[in-house]
């Protein structure tokens, strides 16, 4: 069984910052992409940051520059360092991550339970 959990969200004035972090744990035999997704409220889920297993990175054009994902392989861990929040940056953020459990299985994506985002104008 694997778990993404996911922390750090929170509520946050208009320019301010926030740290996600995610750890995912249990029988994982190896990692590919992690990353985060947001959905807003009406909206669709849509992909915020991306990270592999090299460390290559790739950012929605709403977030660049303002977004860091980093990784940490030997800890199962990805954060998103959130700079100069924007209002429309509101949103539940979901952790993701492409992994194999058994070098039998093929990958599949697991999610977090979400975190929610909210900045304030």
């Known amino acids: 069984q694997v778990q993404l959990v996911e922390s750090g969200g929170g509520s946050v004035q208009a320019g301010g910052s926030l740290r996600l972090s995610c750890t995912a744990s249990?029988?994982?035999?190896?990692?590919?992409?992690m990353g985060w997704y947001r959905q807003a409220p009406g909206k669709q889920r849509e992909l915020v940051a991306v990270i592999s297993s090299g460390g290559s990175s790739n950012y929605a054009e709403s977030v660049k520059g303002r977004f860091t994902i980093s990784r940490d392989n030997a800890k199962n861990t990805i954060d998103l360092q959130m700079n100069s929040l924007k209002p429309e940056d509101t949103a539940v953020y979901y952790c993701n991550a492409r992994l194999r459990i058994s070098v039998f299985r093929s990958e599949n994506d697991y999610w977090g339970q979400g975190t929610q985002v909210t900045v304030s104008s």
């Open positions: 249990g029988s994982i035999f190896w990692i590919n992409d």
